[in-house]
């Protein structure tokens, strides 16, 4: 019977599955990396914006596809909500501040994804 084939030597056997471990290895370290920077990263909003309103009530609505996070009041992504009005009152001058009439906070905002 003719072989069709050469026989691999030993030296060739183990550098191809020393260089077979080392992708295998090298692909798990980049597939570890991959996930600890996604999870610390999945709580994080898509956008943040501020807003400063004179007193009295303003209303903040996210029209399409996105929710607000007022982190006063809802302190995770599951609490989101479409919108939510705020209440503003002048602050009276202090002796270390001057008087507010405007009033400022933050709002995180995640996007709506469709699955």
Same mark, same amino acid.
């Not at 191809?16 to 996604?38: K, P």
């Given at each position: 019977?003719?072989?069709?084939?050469? @026989?691999?030597?030993?030296?060739?056997?183990?550098?191809?599955?020393?260089?077979?471990?080392?992708? #295998?290895? @090298?692909?798990?370290?980049?597939?570890?990396?991959?996930?600890?920077?996604?999870?610390?990263?999945?709580?994080?909003?898509?956008?943040?914006?501020? *807003?400063? @309103?004179?007193?009295?009530? #303003?209303? *903040?609505?996210?029209?399409?596809?996105? %929710?607000?996070?007022?982190?006063?009041?809802?302190?995770?992504?599951?609490?989101?909500? %479409?919108?939510? #009005?705020?209440?503003?009152?002048?602050?009276?001058?202090?002796?270390?501040?001057?008087?507010? #009439?405007?009033?400022?906070?933050?709002?995180?905002?995640?996007?709506?994804?469709?699955?």
């Amino acid at each position: 019977m003719v072989k069709l084939y050469r @026989a691999v030597s030993t030296r060739q056997e183990i550098a191809m599955r020393r260089n077979a471990l080392r992708l #295998t290895i @090298a692909l798990g370290l980049i597939g570890l990396g991959w996930s600890v920077g996604h999870a610390q990263n999945a709580d994080a909003p898509d956008f943040i914006f501020s *807003v400063s @309103a004179p007193a009295g009530e #303003t209303k *903040v609505e996210c029209v399409r596809g996105c %929710n607000l996070l007022w982190s006063v009041f809802t302190p995770t992504r599951t609490a989101a909500v %479409n919108g939510f #009005t705020f209440p503003c009152s002048p602050k009276p001058a202090t002796a270390s501040s001057a008087p507010t #009439t405007v009033c400022r906070t933050e709002f995180n905002g995640y996007l709506i994804r469709s699955n």
